[in-house]
C-alpha cells in the first residue's frame, strides 16, 4: 500500500556530521604516538556498540610495548585532546545539507533524531547555522531509551504529528537503522567513511552516494506520486 510522505528524519552524527570519523583520528593519532596501528576493522567494534565492549585505550595499553611506562589516563587526556581539536572544525558531510533543503521545498516536515545528548547535538547545529532547518528535535536524553529502541523516533514522530507510514529516515549504521525499523519507518541508510564496513542490509535502501540520490524517485517509490 502507497502512503503520502509527510517528513524527513535525519540522523545526526553519521549523517549530518561525523564525529566518529573524528575519533576514529583521534585515536589513531594516540595509537601512532606509540608506535601502534588502530585498524578500522578494529575501530568498528565500538560504533554504537550499547555493550560498550570494545575499549581502545585498553587495547593499546595491551599493544604497547610502553605500557610499563604509560597510564591509562595519560592515553584518554592525550585523546581528548586531539578529539577536541577535531570536533570543533567538523562541517556537514558532502550533499546533506542540500539534501535537507530539498526536503524542505516539497513541504516535508524535517526532523533530527539522535543517539547524542540534546545539548551536544544543538551546540553543532547552531555552530554550523543549520538549526532553523529543522521542525523537530528528539535526542539520547530526552527518552528513556537511545538506539537500537524506537523511542527516539516514536517520541518524535509524536513531535512533528505524523504517522510512521508517513516519514522516512536517513541513517548511516545499524543500530539507527534497527531502531528506525522497529519504529516501522521507511530506511535510507548512508553509508559513511566509517559506516560503510558495517552491516546496513537491514535498511529498505542504501545509497552511496547523496550527489547520484534522488528524492523524487525516493518520493514516487513509496507514495506512488
Known sequence: MKHK???AIFDFDGI????????YESWKRVFNAYNCNLSI???????????GEFDPAQILF????YRDKIKIEDIDYLRRNVYESLRNGLRP???IVNLIKECSTKELLV???SNGKHDNVIF???????INLFNGITCRDDVENKKPAPDIYNALLKKLKVKSSEAIVFEDSPPGI??????NLYCVAIPNPITKYMDLIEADKIIKRIKTFSLDNLLIEISGS
Open 178 to 183: 534497527s531502531a528506525a525499523k522497529a519504529a
Open 5 to 7: 510522505i509527510r517528513a
Open 62 to 65: 595491551k599493544e604497547c610495548k
Open 93 to 95: 558531510l558532502p550533499g
Open 16 to 23: 549530518i556530521i561525523s564525529s566518529k570519523v573524528a575519533e
Open 111 to 113: 526532523g533530527l533524531g
Open 124 to 130: 553543532h547545529l547552531t555552530r554550523l547555522k543549520i
Open 41 to 51: 576493522k578494529k575501530w568498528v567494534k565500538i560504533i554504537d556498540n550499547p555493550m
